[in-house]
């Protein structure tokens, strides 16, 4: 188990609140978490990652779709809960967490803007002593596989919220000059970002709404640094999503995708940072995408989910 824990409006003033807050731009891709892809055996918020693939060996989801949202269809509902396999030969309490980049909470997604606040909805129900943790950090990369904290939004909550309640945290910018990657990471037990046990399982926390003041990424800006690892967005997607690569420039590029075995499912040129696995007619998996451009080669680690 230890391996899957590394990978790591009822008044009109509130409506109008929430309009407000949905009319600012932001970057945060499913924020407002409404869509979620079912696959096969529980849900996952499209864009973001889940320790919910533990599911698939008799353990309850640590990250559901709830039907009490501020505003939209649906929020997050992240819990902290006992767990025991037999196929995995364990039982263990494990904490709910999602996070916008890979399960080992690296690279995040490209960013090259520097919001200065970071807002959110939530509601909390700790187990005794427990606390749920929101954080928003941006990255940029310092030498070859080296990055370092450029800024970091972050709300540790330990109080017993029942109803719906707005936070709203600044972004500390650490560094000059503007990030290349940002991750969002949100957990109804903050010991699992310690290295250490939930004290018992019970805690959830449910989150909806999240935003920034302003734009983390812009298009049309040149990027300072790209990472050793190439971030691409979303990632996970669904086969017939349009891919954003973070490259150096907008000039065509090569690519080439292998399947989890390792044989060449796909390859050409495309353009504009911008990528159609669909078109290669590629379906639900794991994949690795090598992509060129010039001098700059790089590489990630691809999944496509199943079409709900």
């Known amino acids: 188990m230890r391996k899957y824990m590394l990978l790591l409006a009822t008044t009109l003033g509130f409506s109008s609140r929430m309009a407000s807050l949905q009319a600012q731009h932001t970057e945060i891709p499913n924020a407002g978490f409404e869509d979620w892809v079912f696959t096969g055996t529980y849900y996952e918020p499209f864009y973001w990652n889940t320790f919910n693939l533990v599911s698939e060996y008799g353990c309850a989801p640590f990250v559901a779709p709830d039907s009490s949202p501020v505003s939209g269809k649906v929020a997050a509902r992240i819990s902290t809960l006992a767990c025991t396999s037999k196929d995995l030969q364990f039982s263990d309490t494990i904490a709910g967490i999602i996070t916008l980049g890979e399960r080992d909470l690296s690279p995040g997604l490209p960013a090259n803007q520097k919001p200065t606040k970071f807002s959110f909805y939530l509601k909390y129900l700790p187990s005794a002593g427990d606390s749920a943790a929101v954080i928003l950090l941006f990255t940029r990369n310092k030498s070859v596989g080296v990055k370092e904290n450029v800024g970091v939004a972050f709300h540790i909550e330990g109080r017993k919220i029942n109803t719906w309640t707005h936070i709203e945290v600044p972004v500390y910018w650490l560094l000059p000059g503007l990030p290349d990657s940002v991750q969002v990471v949100c957990t109804s037990s903050k010991t699992v970002l310690d290295g250490k046990k939930p004290r018992q399982p019970g805690s959830v926390l449910w989150l909806d709404n999240l935003v920034t003041d302003k734009p983390i990424w812009a298009p049309s800006s040149v990027w300072q640094k790209v990472p050793e690892q190439i971030s691409v967005y979303p990632n996970p997607a669904k086969p017939g999503d349009l891919l954003r690569v973070a490259l150096p420039d907008t000039q065509p590029f ?36 090598e992509v060129s451009q010039q001098d700059f080669v790089s590489s990630a680690r691809l999944v496509l989910l199943q079409e709900p």
């Open 254 to 289: 090569r690519y080439r995708i292998f399947d989890s075995n390792g044989r060449l499912r796909a390859s050409g040129v495309a353009s504009d940072r911008q990528l159609n696995p669909g078109a290669h007619g590629l379906s639900h998996g794991v994949y690795h995408l």
